[in-house]
Nanobody
Framework: VQLQAYGGGLVQAGGSLRLSCAASGRTFGTLGWFRQVLGKDREFVAG????????RYLDSVKGRFTISKDNAKKMVYLQMNSLKPEDTAVYYC????????????????????WGQGTKVTVSS
């Protein structure tokens, strides 16, 4: 099982980026995006169930970020619009082979596999 995240970069406040996560090896139950700022705990951003597609978001990104998936390509995306400097972080994709219930989707302990991070920097 491998997860590879990419798409980060430098963008001005108000701009957009789309992160991608390529998932290979097996079929997953739930995939998520987390982010981490140096010196702080890793934070849940968004999650999606592979079957059905139900989603969950961090409150501060609702209406700005959208998580989506392409089952055939085994890809998960995070479209980030109206970016703010406080969105600056290293973003990680994570997966679990079985489905995570919605109420636990934010819990990083539920995820078994992690990709390498991709850095997002939002300048003011």
């Amino acid at each position: 099982v491998q997860l590879q995240a990419y798409g980060g970069g430098l963008v001005q406040a108000g701009g957009s980026l789309r992160l991608s996560c390529a998932a290979s090896g097996r079929t997953f139950g739930t995939l998520g995006w987390f982010r981490q700022v140096l010196g702080k705990d890793r934070e849940f951003v968004a999650g999606i169930k592979w079957s059905g597609g139900s989603t969950r978001y961090l409150d501060s990104v609702k209406g700005r970020f959208t998580i989506s998936k392409d089952n055939a390509k085994k890809m998960v995306y995070l479209q980030m619009n109206s970016l703010k400097p406080e969105d600056t972080a290293v973003y990680y994709c994570a997966a679990r082979l079985t489905t995570i219930i919605w109420s636990s989707m934010h819990d990083q302990r539920q995820y078994d596999y992690w990709g390498q991070g991709t850095k997002v920097t939002v300048s003011s």
